[in-house]
T-cell receptor, first 116, second 109 residues
């Protein structure tokens, strides 16, 4: 149980375009999902908390107009990187947890974004 | 500011050795401490600890939390090459996880 999927696993896009990443909880419902970013050889940095049916909560320093989050259902959250630039190239990971174990977060496999 | 500090940053051992990884924290509103293993992709869940002094075990891995001294350790006994990974410690706060920088473990055959 507690499986989280992400799609795509890898994407290459041109500078100025937008990219959408999907995060799904496959065998449980998640009212809250989290989006992280990880640079090479660094730890995970929380970008935002995605709340089903309401606006996402962004961490300090994360541009909400650049990283659009939509949590349309209890099993799906999307992250859209708008007008991507090379500095947005990174590993993006989502996590979610079964309702009763809020802090027992399970991670998706991650999405490697490369902006050329 | 919340801090989660892991040590050592990296270590190299030989198969069969035992390793001990440390995680100390200074946070407000502590809720839990979690350990993850990260290989080439996203982290996989190992343990969640909420109570002091109660050891959690899974095969050759074990972990314990000390809420008075604000630290946790993760032990790996009889290490194998498949244990090579980055081990991440995270502290559960009010609404999020705060991660340490990780310890890179390399197990040589």
């Amino acid at each position: 149980g507690a499986v989280v999927s992400q799609h795509p696993s890898r994407v290459i896009c041109k500078s100025g375009t937008s990219v959408k990443i999907e995060c799904r909880s496959l065998d449980f419902q998640a009212t809250t999902m989290f989006w992280y970013r990880q640079f090479p050889k660094q730890s995970l940095m929380l970008m935002a908390t995605s709340n089903e049916g309401s606006k996402a909560t962004y961490e300090q320093g994360v541009e909400k107009d650049k990283f659009l989050i939509n949590h349309a259902s209890l099993t799906l959250s999307t992250l859209t990187v708008t007008s991507a630039h090379p500095e947005d190239s990174s590993f993006y990971i989502c996590s979610a947890g079964p309702g009763t174990g809020f802090y027992e977060q399970y991670f998706g496999p991650g999405t490697r974004l490369t902006v050329t | 500011e919340d801090k989660v500090v892991q040590s050592p940053l990296s270590l190299v051992v030989h198969e069969g050795d035992t390793v001990t990884l440390n995680c100390s924290y200074e946070v407000t509103n502590f809720r839990s401490l979690l350990w993850y293993k990260q290989e080439k992709k996203a982290p996989t869940f190992l343990f969640m600890l909420t109570s002091s002094g109660i050891e959690k075990k899974s095969g050759r891995l074990s972990s314990i939390l000390d809420k008075k001294e604000l630290f946790s350790i993760l032990n790996i006994t009889a290490t194998q090459t498949g244990d090579s990974a980055v081990y991440l410690c995270a502290v559960g706060l009010d609404y999020k996880l705060s991660f340490g920088a990780g310890t890179t473990v390399t197990v040589r055959a």
